[in-house]
T-cell receptor
Framework: NAGVMQNPRHLVRRRGQEARLRCSPM?????VYWYRQLPEEGLKFMVY????????ESGMPKERFSAEFPKEGPSILRIQQVVRGDSAAYFC?????????????FGPGTRLTVT | DAKTTQPPSMDCAEGRAANLPCNHS???????VYWYRQIHSQGPQYIIH???NNETNEMASLIITEDRKSSTLILPHATLRDTAVYYC?????????????FGGGTRLMVKP
């Protein structure tokens, strides 16, 4: 059973470009979470999605950031017009539909560098 | 949200037990204590969780005090590969989700 997959693992963008980060949850998992980790800091929750629904986006910046988890395909975290402050590691986690399982399984992360 | 307090760093000799403390004095009765770790440059890894009783699995043991205001994660025989940042997290249910709120964690250095 493959774990959570994220791609690309490393992404370099110039200021003003768009960044698209992909996350494929574990098989059978229908809940996806995105977290951001700035250099030398802990992980911060960004958004929680189920298939075709955003459940909690309380951690998302108000502008330039969006997330989706379509019926088919991976979850996408999209950052428009990137700035240097967006440079960070972005982690995706998934959990099964049964919320009695409290574990979240994390992917290896995408390291975004904005030049 | 119940906040957690952990020492920023700890050292442990290889082969010895590593005891990582966590204070969560404002924990509510239905909140669980979770432990995750993050090995350098990797995604966090679930270790263990508990509500009231002590828990043990193949990775670690979790000891929760009777008043639930603190807990200790025990790695019984630490290895060099256990060098990581360990996060103690109290889970809060919000919007039917279960997002994790990470604090600063404890940076455990296992030394030969």
């Amino acid at each position: 059973n493959a774990g959570v997959m994220q791609n690309p693992r490393h992404l370099v963008r110039r200021r003003g470009q768009e960044a698209r980060l992909r996350c494929s949850p574990m098989k059978g998992h229908s809940h996806v979470y995105w977290y951001r980790q700035l250099p030398e800091e802990g992980l911060k929750f960004m958004v929680y999605l189920q298939k075709e629904n955003i459940i909690d986006e309380s951690g998302m910046p108000k502008e330039r950031f969006s997330a989706e988890f379509p019926k088919e395909g991976p979850s996408i975290l999209r950052i428009q017009q990137v700035v240097r402050g967006d440079s960070a590691a972005y982690f995706c986690a998934s959990s099964p539909w049964d919320l009695s399982s409290y574990e979240q399984y994390f992917g290896p992360g995408t390291r975004l560098t904005v030049t | 949200d119940a906040k957690t307090t952990q020492p920023p760093s700890m050292d442990c000799a290889e082969g010895r037990a590593a005891n990582l403390p966590c204070n969560h004095s404002t924990i509510s009765g239905n909140e669980y204590v979770y432990w995750y770790r993050q090995i350098h440059s990797q995604g966090p890894q679930y270790i263990i969780h508990g509500l009231k009783n002590n828990e043990t699995n193949e990775m670690a043991s979790l000891i929760i005090t009777e008043d639930r205001k603190s807990s200790t994660l025990i790695l019984p025989h630490a290895t060099l590969r256990d060098t990581a940042v360990y996060y103690c997290i109290v889970r809060v249910e919000r919007n039917a989700g279960n997002m994790l709120t990470f604090g600063g964690g404890t940076r455990l250095m296992v030394k030969p």
